[in-house]
C-alpha cells in the first residue's frame, strides 16, 4: 500500500471510531483545502453521506469566492451544513479590520469565540435549507460533544503534539501536559460529561499529502489556490485582510506539487502568509489553548 | 532546484515510515532529532533563525531541542513532555520522526508515541550510560511489538570520543537487549549538539566504520504485508443511511477496517463471538469502482447475502481461516500507566479491537520491574504487593462479563488491548493465553448455560418463581440446576456481616459460573443484598440475568412465611435484610418482578422469555 492510501484508510478508521461512539457529533468546514479533504474522507468512510452536519464558522472577513464555493458544494453534495458567527463582536466592530482590536484579538472573538458559542448552542446557527437554498435559524441548537477538525502536525509546533482524539474542557480549554494515552488503533472515546473532544483525522498528512490527494481524487477546490495568470495564489485560506496570496504561476495541482516538492516552496512555512500567527512566537499555541483551531 | 534535486525526492509513491526515538530524561533525543532535520535541510526557511532569535530573547542558550519542545512549557522546562512528530525526508523515503519523552511522569506519552512506530532510535547519554528510562523504555517497546531498534550511543563529545566508553555502554546494554529479546543491529556513536555521525561522517571516532544515524533509519525495513495471515475484521458499525441527505439508499453495509488477510466477493464471513454466518455480497465503495476483494490495512464496507443482525464489537473472521480463540478470561502482559494501580475486584472497562467489555483482573500472576527485569516473587506479593502500579509491567489473569473473539500469536492487532478506568484509557497489553470457551459459535451444538439469579428480600417470593422457572425449564428438557439460598446456607454454613455475606455470594457465583460453562441453565435464589457481590457474579457468569424481585418490605413483612421478619422486629435476630442490614435495590436488573402484582405463572413466564431473548 502506498504512503496516500495508508493515509487515507488510518483518517476514515478514525472517522468511523467517532461516528460510532459521539452522538452529538459535528465536522468543522474551514472551505479550505484541508477540511474539504476532511470532507471527501467522510463521504468515502459513509459511502457517499456525510452523517454528522458540517460547521462553517463566517467571521464575516472571509475572500467571498470561499463562501461562493461552499454554497455552491453544499448544494450538489446535498450537505448538512450550519455556520455560525460572533455577532455581537461584529455589531459592536470589535475587530481587527475596524481598527479597533489587534489581529489576535480578532482572532479570538470571530473565530474562537464563536466557535465555542457555536458548538455549545449557546450562539445563532443557521442551517441550509435544501428546498429555499437559504441559510435558515436553528432553533434549540444542542451542544456538540464531538467535532472533527483538520488541523495536521506539520503546520506548527502546538499542532505536532496533538492526538488523534484530544479532550477538551467544557470551556474549550486544552490542557496540553495531561493528554491522556493513545495506543495503536484504540482512541480515547470514553468521555465525563461535560467534556468534549476533538478528533484530528488528518494529523499525519502533511501539506504535501494533501496536494496529492486531491490530485488524485479529483477533488474540487476553492479557485483561489490557482494561479488564473495575476501570478499570484493563495497557498492557505483565512480573512481576507490578514491572508496575502503567495507569488506563484501554479495554476493547477500537478504545479502546486512541484513547488511544494522541489521548488520555491520547498523551505517555506505555509502559514507564512498567516499574519496572526507571527505576532508573538507562541501566538497560536496561546490561541489553541484556548480552544482555536 | 528541480534539475538537482535526487531522483527519489520526485516519485509520487513514496514510502513513509514511522520512526520513535526514545531513552532516559536529558540523554538528548530532542536534540538528535533537532541535528537530524536541521542537517537534512528538512526545516523550513527561516526556522532556525527563528528559534535562535527567541534563545536570544529570552536568554537561554541555544538548543537544537528547541525545534522540537515547541510548547511553552517544555522549552521553559527544558524537558519534552509530549510527543512531537515532526516529517523529514531521505532520499530513499519520507520519514515521520516521533520524538518521546524520557521523563518517567510522561511515560504514557512515550507509550502513545512508541505505539505508533515501526523502528525506534534508543538513545543513550555516553557519559551517564544506560540508566532506568534507557532499559523501560526498551521494555515498552519489546511489548509494544517493535521489532526494529538502534542504539544511539549520544554526547560522544562529553567523554572526548573514548572508544572504551562507548564499548563499554554497547556491552551492557546489548545484554539486556538480548534478555528482552530485542534484536539491535547497530550501536551508533554520536554527538547530536556538534552533529557527529548524524547526517556527515567526522574525523572524531576513527576508531567507528560502521553507518550514521541517517544511514541506520535508511536500512530499517518496512513493515511487511499482513495480507497473507487470517482475515479479521473489527465489526466498526452497521450503516443504514436510509432517509439521510444524500438521497435514498437502502443497503445494509457491515464497515471496519481489514487488519489482517483479505476477503473476497463469495467469501463466507463468521462473526465472532455470536457465531453468525453469511456472505460478502459486495464491497462496497464510494467515488471509485467497486472492487472483487479487500485487504489489510483498508476500511472496508461489505454488504452480506443473508440478513443477520451484527453489531459494533464483534470480530468478522473469514471461514476456512484460522479462527480467533473466543475467551472469557485471559492471561495477558499488561503494562499499566495509571495513578491508582491496577488492582484486582476492581471493575474495568477492557477493549480490544472494537469490542468494549467489563473487565477485573482475577489474579497477578508476576509483577516486573520493567527497568531491572526482576519478576516480584509469590511471597513478595504474598506481604502484600497486591496491585500493579503505575509504570510496572505484569502477567495478570483476566475475567471478561461477556467473551471477546481475540487471537493470541497469530495476529498482532487482534491479540492487543486498553483497560480503561474511570473514562481514561490507563493500560494496555497483549493476550499470551486465552482459556477457550466451549462454544466458539461454530459448528458447536453443545447447549449454552445461562445463570438466572434472583434477588430480593426475604419472603419476596425468590424460591416460589424459582421453583416454576425450573419446572418449565426441565419441561423444555433442559440441564438445569437450582441453587436455592436456604439450601445453600445449610451446605455451606456461614454469618451475616457484610464481609461473610459477600463471601458467601462469590461462592455461589462461581459455582453458577462453573455450571454454566458445562451448559447448565443455574437458576439461584439469594438474597444477595450488596449490589457489588451480585455486580461480580454478573462479571464472572457468561449469560447472566439478574431478575430482581422486588416485592415491599410491607408485603414481605406481612406474608412472613418463616415468621423471620417478627423475629428480627422483636430484636431475637440481628442483621436482618431490610430490618437492620440494608438492601441496595439493584440499578438496571434484565427483569424487575413483583410478586404482589402478578402471579407465580405470570413471573415464571417472564423469567423464560428474557431466557428467549438472550438466545436469539
Known sequence: MDALTDLESRSIHILREAHASFKEL???????????????????AFFGHVPFPLVHIDTSFKIPEMIAYRDRLAAEWKLNIVYGENRGALDAKQTFPDGNVDRTTCCRLLKTKALMQTLSGEGPRFRFDHTSGRYEHEKDPAPYTGVIVGVRSDE????????????????????????????????????????????????????TNIWEYIGREKIPTVPLYYDHGTGQRYRSLGCGPCTAPVESRASNVAEILVELRTGKFAN?????????????????????????? | ?????????????????????????????????????????????????????????????????????????EQSQGITIDVARVFFKTPLRDYVIIDAPGHNEFLRNMVTGAARAQAALLV????????????????????LGIDQVA?????????????????????????FLQRLGVHAPYFVPVSGREGDFVVRRTSHAAWYDGPTVVEVIDSFTPAKPKTARPFRMPVQDVYRFTG????ADDRRIVAGTVVSGRISVGDEIAFLPSGKRSHVRSIEEFAHAPSPSIEAGRPAGLTLTEHIYVARGELATRAGDAPPTVSTRLRASVFWLGKTPLTPGKDYLLRLGTARV?????????????????????????????????????DCTLLLARPVACDVTEVLETSRFVIVDDYEIRGGGIVREAFAEHETGIGDSRPRGSVVWLTGLSGAGKTTVARAVVAKLEAQGRRVEFLDGDELRFAMPTGFSREERDAHVRRVAFLASRLEHHGVTVVVALISPYRSSRGHARSICRRFSEVYVSTSLEVCERRDVKGLYARARAGLLTQFTGVDDPYEVPEAPEIDLDTSHSTVEEAADAVLRQLGAQEA
Open chain 2, 151 to 175: 542504539v544511539v550511543v549520544n554526547k560522544m563529545d562529553l567523554v572526548s570520543w573514548s572508544e572504551k566508553t562507548f564499548r563499554a555502554i554497547e556491552t551492557d546494554y546489548r545484554a
Open chain 1, 268 to 293: 517555506i512555512a505555509e502559514r507564512s502568509g498567516r499574519a496572526q500567527d507571527t505576532d508573538d512566537s507562541a501566538g497560536l499555541e496561546s490561541l489553541r489553548l484556548e480552544g482555536y483551531m
Open chain 2, 244 to 247: 439521510h441527505t444524500g438521497g
Open chain 2, 358 to 394: 467489563p473487565m477485573r483482573v482475577e489474579r497477578i500472576d508476576s509483577v516486573m520491574d520493567a527497568s531491572t527485569l526482576e519478576r516480584a516473587t509469590s511471597t513478595e506479593r504474598e506481604r502484600g504487593r497486591e496491585t500493579v502500579e503505575r509504570n510496572e509491567v505484569a
Open chain 1, 156 to 207: 506548527e509546533g502546538s499542532r505536532s503534539k496533538e492526538r488523534y482524539f484530544s479532550p477538551r474542557s467544557r470551556e474549550g480549554t486544552w490542557e496540553v501536559t495531561e493528554q491522556p494515552p493513545e495506543l495503536w488503533e484504540q482512541y480515547k472515546l470514553d468521555f465525563r460529561p461535560g467534556t468534549h473532544v476533538r478528533v484530528h483525522p488528518l494529523l499525519d498528512w502533511t501539506e
Open chain 2, 1 to 73: 532546484m528541480l534539475a538537482n534535486a535526487p531522483e527519489g525526492l520526485l516519485r509520487v509513491d513514496r514510502d513513509r515510515m514511522y520512526i520513535v526515538v526514545v531513552g532516559h530524561v536529558d540523554h538528548g533525543k530532542s536534540t538528535l532529532v533537532g541535528r537530524l532535520l536541521a542537517d537534512t535541510c528538512s526545516l523550513p526557511d527561516g526556522k532556525l533563525d527563528k528559534v535562535r532569535a527567541l534563545c536570544r530573547r529570552t536568554g537561554h542558550p541555544f538548543e537544537y531541542a528547541f525545534l522540537l519542545d515547541a510548547l511553552k512549557d
Open chain 2, 124 to 143: 543513550i547519554d555516553a557519559a551517564e550510560g544506560v540508566r532506568e528510562n534507557s532499559r523501560r523504555h526498551a521494555t515498552m517497546l519489546s511489548l
Open chain 1, 26 to 44: 459535528c465536522m468543522l468546514w474551514s472551505i479550505g483545502k484541508d477540511s474539504t479533504v476532511l470532507l471527501w474522507l467522510a463521504r468515502r
